[in-house]
Every structure is written in structure tokens, then in C-alpha cells.
């Protein structure tokens, strides 16, 4: 009997988890703009309790922290908008400039294309096959607006309820603790939400004064070599570095594509890919352990999957909230005894996986 329970409790489990994922799937409008605004909250919480210390009251300090995040977040569009709906307009060209540029490399690989289906072709049986029909897919500017318009709407909802979350002070956790009926119990979530709060907005805020630095050193090492844009690759570099291991490869090919085209030389052309990958692994291997520390104890495995996990889901704004995610997982597992051994597969080989104090 005990079995046959224990079997329908696993069941129950593996069905509420892939019912998590499907509606995670479908509802990403939905959720996406609300799993943002915590973060930003989360993010600006300890600099808004810094505010109300010094007597700010809590709606004030709230209005003036989105109206900073706003205008950052305006002030990037701005710089770099036009410059990128540019080279959106432009890929044709930008892509025929760059086979040209790559006319050697191009021709060996349709040199290996050509032979391999030549190889294919006498290999392969004769056999009448149905007519392919092909759907014609939206145009490059088409969705380039549509997902300009997405983000933005979820950008706003965002930036909007953040501005609630911190404009309500403690009222969050008052809540909680009278959703619970017995004093351990109210302890015990108390705990949990204040360990959320403190290692995700320490790792936010954290990351995010790196990212700072590492867009100010990519601009100028790139200005240094001569290519232009410069400021578009700081922007780009401070943003990609929200994406864990895949960020800087990103931007590294990225930056790689541009200095081909812009530059004379192909040599020298890859100097700036070069510089901007080193750069990265500075920040990467020296600087982010050094100022995080014990704040990110997670198993660089499970970090990497779960970046691609999410990033199957939702895309590129999946990836940026994939840490985040797994630490407030982590805290919950730690805390939960049921959960201790998924924490400890999911902390970093120092970890003990025990509970956080």
C-alpha cells in the first residue's frame, strides 16, 4: 500500500512538473513581465531600503528608483536604436559584404557542400517523393517590430510593478508571515524570503555594477583598435554579460561579423574579436569570483542547463533570468528538508548543501 502511494506521490510530481513547463510555454507573455518586476525590485531593494533609512519615505524612494531604471533603460535605446535598426535594415547587404570578405572560406566550405552531395546523390535511391510545400515566413523587419513591441510592453508591466513592490515597504512580508498559522512556520518563511532577497539582489546588483565596468572597458578597448560603433559593443557587452557562459561567445562572434566587414584586413580584423573574448574572461575568471564570492554557489552544470532550459522556453529574455531563478530555487531546496538533496546537486562543489542559517 505504502508503495503504491509512494508510486502515485513520484507521478504526481512528474505530472505537476511538466504542467509547470507547458503553462511556463504558453503563458510567457503572462509571466515573463511579473518574474521581471521581481527582479527589478529585487535588484533596487537594498539601495531603497538605504533611501528610506536616511528618511525618504518608501513611495518616494520607489518613484525615484524606476524613474533612474526608466531612464537608463531609455537612454540605451537611444544611443544605440538607431544605429541597430540600421544594420536590421541593412542585413542584406551587411551579409553579401561579409561573403565577399569571406569569399575565401566560403568557397572551401561549398567545396566540402558540393562533395557531400555528390556523395548523397550516388548513395541515395531514386524515389518519387511528394511536392514539398513551402510556408513563406514573416519578413526580418516584421518580426524585428513585433519583438521590439513584446519587449516593451513587458519592459513597462515590469518597471511598473516593481515600482509597486518597493513602494510597499514591508507589507510583502507581513503577508506572508499571517499566511501561516504556527510561529515556526512564519520563522521559517520569513527566513526563506529574506535569504532570497539577500543573495538574488546581492548577486543582481553585483553583476550588474560588473557589467557596468566590463561595457566601459569593451568600448574603450574597441575604440583603442579603431573600430567603429565602439559605444554599440559597450551596450552590447554590458548586456550579453547577463547571459552566463553563452554571452561572451555571442558577443564575441558578433563583434567578429562587424570588425570583417568594417575593417581593410582580415588579420587585423581579428584583433577586435580577440580583445573583446579576453576581456570577457578577465571579467569571467577573476573579477565576477572575486566580488561574488559565495553569493553564486551554484554547480556550473546545472547553471549551464538551466540557461538552455530557459532559453528553449522564452528566448533570449529566458536566458537573462535563468540564474536568477536557480538561486531563488536553491534557497527554497535548502530550506525544504524534502529538497536538501536536489540543493546540494545544485551547489557548487564546496557546498555541503546544508541549511543556510
Known sequence: MNDDIRSLRRSASTLTTIAIFVIAYFARDLILPIMLGFLFALTLSPINRFLQRKGLPAGLSAAFLILMATASIGSVVYFAGDTVRSWTDDAPNIARELQNKLSGVQEAIDAVKDASSQVEEMTAAPAEGPQEVVVQQPGLLNSAVTAVASSATSI????????????????????????????????????????????????????????????????????????????????????????????GVIGTLLVAVHAVIFFDSLSYALLAPIVYQALTSIEAQFVTPYLIGKRLELNIVAVFLTVVLWAWLWGFAGALVAVPFLLVFKVVCDKVDRLNVIGNFLGAADDTGKQLS
Open 156 to 247: 513597462g508591466v515590469a518597471l511598473i510593478l516593481a515600482l509597486f513592490l518597493l513602494a510597499s515597504g514591508d507589507l510583502f512580508y507581513v503577508k506572508l508571515v499571517q499566511a501561516f498559522p504556527k510561529l515556526s512556520e512564519k520563522k521559517k518563511a520569513l527566513s526563506t524570503v529574506y535569504d532570497i532577497e539577500r543573495r538574488v539582489s546581492g548577486y543582481l546588483l553585483t553583476i550588474t555594477v560588473i557589467n557596468a565596468g566590463l561595457g566601459l572597458a569593451v568600448f574603450a578597448a574597441l575604440w583603442l583598435v579603431g573600430l567603429e560603433y565602439a559605444y554599440i559593443w559597450g551596450i552590447a557587452a554590458f548586456l550579453l554579460n547577463y547571459l552566463p557562459i553563452l554571452g
